[in-house]
């Protein structure tokens, strides 16, 4: 199914469609174990092959919306997109990565994910966002909370990192919940 992209403006961002000429980027943040312990994927040995093909498949999927994540100044800085959307309940996934360390902490991410909520919520009509975040990730879960999600559960040492298991938090949001952020 094909979709006509369209620029979500945020107040310190903006979501543009991702393409093929992103992907080299992509590839230097998913070579960096820094920025990769956070993702529930382990891609330190991808190449430019196997992440055009990701990216070709995400863009012909109708339960996929991956959107690239730019600056002020058009630096590409992160992705961030709605996954395994299931149309008939109404719900996704959300993941996010902010790739160049300089950029954390400075509410990009937190500006991306009101903005791909409120798009989940007033253009695709979607009633439930979730989102897995793993227990050493603090600073992930003060974003999150920040944007309104809320604790919903626990995949007790359901991750498997440096040597040792951790919980997996799940979190979630709901339409009414983030229709209250902007009003």
Same mark, same amino acid.
């Given at each position: 199914m094909a979709r006509a992209w369209k620029i979500l403006e945020g107040k310190?961002?903006?979501?543009r469609d991702l393409c093929e000429?992103?992907?080299p980027r992509c590839l230097v943040w998913l070579r960096d174990r820094g920025? @990769?312990?956070?993702?529930?994927?382990?891609?330190?040995?991808?190449?430019l092959v196997q992440e055009t093909r990701w990216l070709k498949t995400m863009q012909s999927s109708p339960n996929d919306y991956i959107f690239a994540i730019e600056k002020e100044n058009g630096k590409h800085i992160g992705n961030?997109?709605? *996954?395994?959307?299931n149309w008939r309940d109404k719900n996704c996934m959300l993941g996010i990565i902010i790739g160049d360390i300089e950029d954390w902490n400075k509410?990009?991410? @937190?500006?991306?994910?009101?903005?791909i909520l409120k798009y989940a919520v007033e253009k695709l009509r979607l009633h439930k966002i979730?989102? *897995?975040?793993?227990?050493?990730?603090p600073r992930a879960i003060r974003t999150y909370e920040k944007c309104g999600f809320?604790?919903?559960g626990l995949l007790r040492e359901g991750h498997y990192?440096?040597?040792?298991?951790?919980?997996?938090?799940?979190?979630?949001?709901?339409?009414r919940d983030i229709k209250m952020l902007y009003d």
């Open positions: 310190k961002v903006k979501l000429e992103d992907l920025v @990769t312990k956070y993702l529930d994927f382990d891609l330190i040995n991808i190449g961030i997109g709605l *996954h395994r959307i509410g990009y991410g @937190t500006d991306a994910i009101k903005t979730n989102l *897995h975040v793993y227990e050493y990730n809320k604790k919903e990192y440096n040597e040792k298991y951790w919980d997996v938090i799940v979190m979630g949001i709901l339409d």
